[in-house]
């Protein structure tokens, strides 16, 4: 989940069942439905036109020759937050069965169109939201109620759906023909500040941890919050190490590059970014600068490239900026008049269509962490159901393909498409559960306190 204010002050309805969307919605879901072609070159022929048809069927048939022996593992989908957001977790009254195209606002995320995009891995996000410094006391129990919902929901689907818990079950897994559910927990407020709570969190299934969320924590800094600590406190070092531990997946999606710098410095095993893409090619601080892109390869970690708008596009970044500083005036001039500012908001936004990003886009972003990184070091992230609409040609689960085939037709052979896919991730899963055992056979659990790590006050 990526913090959208715009977005999430809207609000959702409650537990009553999803009404079909209307034919607006539904005109524009049907016209992005379809595969995305490479651009015609100027002046092609008919013939040019159906030669690159020809030659983009059978790069889909080889992208899907590598998916059946390879499971695509996504490392973010927050379909587990739409749950709690639009139903309050009653499992049954959101079907992944159903076409979910159909209800308003669609998701993105149901089993025909996981199926549709040869899906083999996914790590479900178990989040929740941060909007204070530090978070708030309930926090561990919000995300135990996540863990909750996402188990329910693998087991609700158990022909499709199978928890893993490790590389070996992955593989095990997709090769049954079942998607391998993975837990993520997104956002280190859920420990409160806590290892004891940490190793309870994993026991409960949680593979990774994203260091913090959108607000910095009082043991490391945020990407998005004013920096308090330059990185990581002494207690955030004993949190990373004690995930060292324990075998899980230290997450640097969210947090800041001191932050990243800090956990690089100290981890045992390889990092993730669950959902990030290339700082260098969209100036977003939430993405990886160069520097962090050399550690990263170093460490044997992988950055999963994600597909959020404003990550992915500059123009999309930039139109947010405009967006939010022409609202503050309005805010400043109409103070008190929530009205008034929603009407100038729509004036604006009627005026200034907002642009969208492209699964082109997408893939420049790959093309430059293979560049800085290497090609072993880049997996997918998407962020489905957990952003505004995705770019065009990556509208939803089902268009993974279509990225891989773009790759395809820049050069990427099918064993790097694999290496991408999958096998990264997957490399790095098994580093990390080997770096565990070695742990675990000289390290005892820690149970140092943050007001002794980090002294009182913290």
């Not at 899980?248 to 690089?264: E, G, K």
């Not at 962490?369 to 689960?397: F, S, T």
């Amino acid at each position: 989940m990526t913090f959208m204010p715009d977005i999430s002050s809207r609000g959702w309805p409650g537990r009553a069942r999803w009404h079909v969307s209307c034919a607006a919605t539904l005109a524009l879901v049907a016209a992005l439905a379809g595969p995305v072609a490479s651009p015609p070159a100027a002046g092609a022929s008919k013939d040019d036109a159906a030669a690159s048809a020809a030659r983009d069927a059978k790069l889909r048939k080889q992208v899907q020759r590598v998916l059946k022996r390879t499971p695509l593992i996504d490392g973010h989908n927050d379909i587990p937050w739409q749950y709690r957001r639009r139903v309050k977790n009653h499992l049954d009254e959101l079907d992944l069965r159903a076409d979910l195209t159909q209800i308003d606002p669609p998701t993105h995320t149901d089993i025909d169109r996981l199926r549709a995009g040869m899906v083999g891995g996914q790590f479900w996000s178990v989040y929740t939201p941060i909007s204070t410094y530090g978070g708030k006391p309930d926090d561990t129990r919000i995300v135990l109620e996540q863990i909750d919902l996402a188990r329910r929901m693998i087991d609700k689907y158990d022909d499709v759906l199978e928890l893993a818990l490790t590389a070996k079950d992955v593989r095990r897994i997709h090769r049954r023909g079942r998607i391998a559910s993975l837990l993520g927990l997104e956002g280190g407020h859920a420990i409160s500040d806590s290892l004891a709570v940490l190793r309870m969190l994993y026991g409960a299934g949680a593979r990774y941890m994203t260091l913090t969320h959108s607000k910095g924590l009082a043991w490391a800094d945020s990407a998005t919050d004013t920096a308090k600590h330059d990185g990581l406190t002494p207690f955030g070092i004993e949190v990373v190490r004690e995930m060292n531990r324990l075998g899980m997946l230290v997450d640097l999606s969210h947090v800041s590059t001191a932050t990243m710098r800090d956990a690089l410095d100290v981890t045992r095993a390889p990092v993730i970014f669950s959902h990030s893409s290339a700082r260098a090619v969209v100036p977003h601080p939430r993405n990886v600068p160069d520097d962090i892109l050399l550690r990263v390869a170093k460490n044997g970690g992988v950055v999963m490239v994600t597909f959020f708008p404003s990550y992915v596009s500059e123009a999309v970044r930039q139109y947010g900026n405009d967006r939010r500083a022409h609202q503050s005036a309005l805010d400043e001039r109409l103070a008190g008049d929530e009205d008034a500012v929603a009407a100038e908001m729509t004036t604006w936004a009627e005026a200034n269509p907002a642009p969208r990003p492209t699964l082109h886009q997408v893939a420049d972003h790959i093309d430059h962490i293979r560049h800085v990184a290497g090609i072993d070091h880049i997996g997918l992230g998407g962020d489905y159901d957990g952003m505004p609409p995705g770019p065009v040609g990556l509208e939803d689960v089902s268009t993974y393909p279509e990225l891989f085939v773009e790759l395809m037709r820049r050069g990427y052979t099918t064993s790097a498409i694999g290496r991408i896919a999958g096998n990264n991730v997957l490399r790095v899963m098994t580093r990390a559960e080997e770096v565990a055992r070695e742990l675990q056979a000289t390290e005892s659990p820690r149970d140092i306190l943050i007001e002794e790590a980090d002294g009182t006050g913290s």
